[in-house]
């Protein structure tokens, strides 16, 4: 049984920066693959960032390739996304998710659990 929980959202003003964290608990692996997806209103959940169980492989959309970073930390059972350079368009709810099986993964449908999201919300 795994919980992730996300934090560290909040409105910042285009151009800023803002740092997500998701904590695992319970029965976690540090081989799983770790993930960040996001939704905003009446759009669908998209893939934002991945990364590999050691944290040498990360995969990013094209929409936040040289903004954001995605690391993590398997002593504390955490997953981080550094925003900076945020734009409106960044706006939505942004979800933790884990895969423990087969390769790393940008499908949503593909993770395993998810967590309850966090709001992050960019002013013009």
């Known amino acids: 049984q795994v919980q992730l929980v996300e934090s560290g959202g909040g409105l910042v003003q285009a151009g800023g920066s803002l740092r997500l964290s998701c904590a695992a608990s319970g029965r976690t692996f540090s081989t799983c693959a770790m993930g960040w997806f996001r939704q905003a209103p009446g759009k669908e959940r998209e893939f934002v960032a991945t990364?590999?169980?050691?944290?040498?492989?990360?995969y990013y959309a094209d929409s936040v390739k040289g903004r954001f970073t995605i690391s993590r930390d398997n002593a504390r059972n955490s997953v981080y996304l550094q925003m900076n350079g945020l734009k409106p368009e960044d706006t939505a709810v942004y979800y933790c998710?884990?895969?423990?099986?087969?390769?790393?993964?940008?499908?949503?449908?593909?993770?395993?659990?998810w967590g309850k999201g966090t709001l992050v919300t960019v002013s013009s």
């Open positions: 990364i590999n169980w050691s944290g040498t492989n990360t």
């Open positions: 998710a884990q895969r423990c099986r087969g390769v790393i993964s940008s499908n949503p449908g593909d993770m395993d659990y």
